[in-house]
């Protein structure tokens, strides 16, 4: 959604900060609450496919990310250990790098209807979601290094699927003990908090203050997950929607509590707030109006409010024309 250029509040830009960090915590949860499908893929093909996960680094779209010569020289210079190098060659750059490609790689399978590497993807894609991914763990990061280390090395001989699955076994052995003491390290310095994805200076302290709605949020994600069963991308979408009635709109207004929900207050949020803060188009609107009439069904549906309140939102919402005249 377009923003305006002015800048926005202080107290809303804080606050937008803040909820980045919680943001892939509650996307989890909603996840793992949903039901299992009934097609299940047998754990034998699982884990064949798994072992061939190395195997993508050969598709076009990572070796347009390859790692050069002269940067596996520069760590191997820089590092002496393996796994340190490795660390220090997968730069926050390159993982933004690797995540678009992985995208894209995970569009083109689909559509290829290549299930198998379209799971090695998925796979990858988690891995790298997770709070503490170590790159050096990364099995496409450390078998592209040892892609452009046996450049250097041996530059005349041949550099495939089977010299990197040796060449990945030598790496588990030969570093297993180092690679267990870097990783128990890196989990003990993240126990007790999530590591914020961006730097703490920049972000008071303010800014990490629980909302009044945390809980209610995160009942209302599975309420779309468990009972309606959205699909992802409606669902995120629905739920950024709730947040920013209620982690933005209701935090300015100082409302704290659902007895500050009623028609007046969505109505000054809809045509007023929403539409001086976020500048949206009439689809942006319409959207917005069809989250906050999934949001209002569920708060009627756990009586969390009022029925005759519920009702009196749902006939506002349901006048669409004259939301839009607002734009």
């Given at each position: ?273 929403f539409i001086r803060n976020m500048n949206p188009t009439p689809e942006d609107v319409e959207s917005m109006i069809g989250s906050l009439s999934t949001l209002v069904g569920f708060l009627e549906s756990k009586e969390k409010i009022a029925a ?20």
């Open positions: 959604m377009a923003k305006k250029k002015k800048q926005k509040k202080a107290g809303l830009a804080k606050r937008q900060a803040g909820k980045q960090v919680k943001k892939r915590a509650v996307k989890r949860k909603v996840v793992s609450q949903r039901p299992a499908e009934k097609k299940q893929m047998k754990m034998s093909r699982v884990k064949k496919n798994l072992k061939k996960l190395p195997n993508l680094i050969f598709e076009s779209e990572l070796q347009e990310i390859a790692f050069t010569q002269e940067q596996v020289q520069g760590v191997m210079e820089a590092h002496e250990k393996t796994p340190d190098q490795i660390e220090a060659i997968a730069t926050p750059e390159f993982m933004e790098k690797l995540g678009v490609q992985l995208q894209t790689m995970d569009q083109r399978f689909a559509l290829e209807q290549d299930a198998d590497r379209g799971m090695m993807v998925k796979a990858m894609l988690y891995f790298m979601d997770q709070e503490q991914a170590p790159t050096y763990l990364n099995q496409l990061i450390v078998s592209l290094f040892y892609q452009a280390l046996h450049k250097i090395e041996t530059p005349e001989a041949d550099f495939g699927p089977i010299e990197l699955e040796l060449q990945i076994k030598d790496y588990d052995e030969k570093w297993e003990s180092y690679l267990e003491e870097k990783t128990a390290a890196l989990q003990e310095q993240g126990e007790g908090a999530e590591t914020p994805a961006f730097p703490q200076e920049e972000v008071e302290e303010e800014a990490w203050t629980a909302s009044p709605f945390e809980q209610l949020l995160e009942e209302f994600g599975s309420y779309l997950s468990s009972e309606l069963k959205m699909e992802e991308e409606v669902l995120e979408k629905t739920q950024e929607d709730a947040e920013a009635l209620f982690n933005d709109y209701f935090e300015e207004k100082e409302i704290t509590s659902l007895e500050g929900i009623r028609v007046r207050k969505i109505q000054n949020f809809l045509e007023g707030w005759d309140k519920c009702q009196a939102i749902v006939e506002y919402l349901g006048n669409k024309e004259a939301i839009l005249a607002n734009l």
